[in-house]
């Protein structure tokens, strides 16, 4: 997460990742998308792609981190898996 944020923070959107990152958790309070577009004066259909984009930015991330952490590039998936498991538990 750091590492987007970084990227967010030079792209000068900072305020955005702060935002996305919220909707990315799964936690009572988090904002709408039609929250954030309002304060950020964006349509909900900006805010929709910008979100996925963030998403997809994260995952990829993710995995990087991650295969720096298993021998091979097959166990970055279970690793995946794994680490999934144990954070809704």
């Known amino acids: 997460?750091?590492?987007?944020?970084?990227?967010?923070?030079?792209?000068?959107?900072?305020?955005?990742?702060?935002?996305?990152?919220?909707?990315?958790?799964?936690?009572?309070?988090?904002?709408?998308?039609?929250?954030?577009a309002i304060e950020f004066d964006m349509t909900e259909n900006a805010v929709k792609q910008a979100f996925y984009r963030f998403r997809q930015r994260y995952q990829t991330l993710l995995r990087d981190e991650i295969a720096h952490t298993v021998a091979t590039p097959v166990d970055i998936e279970d690793e995946l898996r794994h680490l999934i498991s144990v954070v809704r538990a």
Not at 4 to 28: F, N, V
């Open 1 to 36: 997460m750091a590492r987007l944020q970084e990227e967010y923070r030079g792209a000068a959107m900072c305020g955005s990742s702060i935002k996305m990152k919220k909707m990315l958790m799964d936690e009572p309070g988090r904002p709408s998308q039609a929250q954030v």
